[in-house]
């Protein structure tokens, strides 16, 4: 009988530490799991914060300035447009001898 008895005993030693284990792992999962949601949303926003700078600094207006002022552009105008003709030997050669 007390062989029975010490058995149980180690079996219910043995499931108590496994019970305490398992929380202190669901604990620790669930913290886990409410940080990386935290996370996750902060990249949202952050995600949207940068879709909208995206989309400010594509406007045509803008780009337009910045190809004026820091690229030194100007518009397409017939006064300002230089056509180059191709060399006659290129125009003549055969299809499959172009690149």
């Known amino acids: 009988?007390?062989?029975?008895?010490?058995?149980?005993?180690?079996?219910?030693?043995?499931?108590s530490l496994y019970?305490?284990?398992?929380?202190?792992?669901?604990?620790?999962?669930?913290?886990?799991l409410d940080r990386m949601q935290a996370q996750a949303l902060q990249l949202d926003t952050d995600f949207a914060?940068?879709?909208?700078?995206?989309?400010a600094q594509a406007t045509p207006l803008r780009v337009e300035r910045v190809a004026r002022e820091r690229l030194a552009m100007r518009s397409a105008s017939p006064a300002v447009t230089e056509y180059v003709n191709a060399p006659a030997a290129a125009a003549s050669a055969p299809e499959e001898d172009r690149p």
């Open 49 to 55: 914060r940068l879709q909208l700078e995206a989309r």
């Open 1 to 15: 009988m007390t062989r029975l008895n010490l058995a149980l005993l180690a079996a219910l030693i043995a499931s």
């Open 19 to 32: 019970l305490v284990k398992v929380s202190y792992d669901s604990r620790r999962l669930f913290t886990e």
